[in-house]
């Protein structure tokens, strides 16, 4: 996997949050930036470069994962996509072309491998 990227994580649920950062915190040249729900996101997409964001479907409030992921290519044309939900009516289709999907539950293997692939996707543009 390509060194010292930054990838946002974005979900609700600061548990959900600090496990991912925890996965993230065994990887070599990943930095994460949390974000609880979808002002922190929006935020962190204008103050930082962010090269994956993995976001979460459903968020509280009216901006949705979705959303949140195509706000992200908007800043930046290069950014990967790793998109994880639990809810089973999501579906791959759902999510940017260039997005990779996961779903809960999923360890640090599954979670590395969706990013590698999302990075790759990118590359390939």
């Not at 044309?77 to 539950?105: M, N, Q, S, W, Y």
Request: glycine share 8%; charged share 25%.
């Amino acid at each position: 996997m390509d060194t010292n990227k930054t990838v946002l994580i974005v979900d609700d649920d600061n548990m959900v949050l600090e496990s991912i950062d925890l996965l993230l915190s065994a990887a070599d040249g990943l930095q994460s930036i949390r974000a609880l729900g979808s002002a922190g996101a929006m935020s962190h997409l204008r103050q930082a470069h962010v090269d994956v964001v993995v976001a979460d479907v459903i968020l509280a409030g009216n901006v949705s994962g979705i959303d949140i992921c195509h706000e992200a290519i908007r800043h930046n044309d290069e950014v990967a996509i790793v998109v994880i939900t639990a809810d089973t009516e999501v579906h791959v289709h759902d999510i940017p072309d260039r997005g990779v999907f996961l779903r809960k539950p999923f360890g640090a293997a599954e979670l590395l491998a969706a990013i590698g692939l999302a990075l790759g996707k990118v590359r390939r543009r």
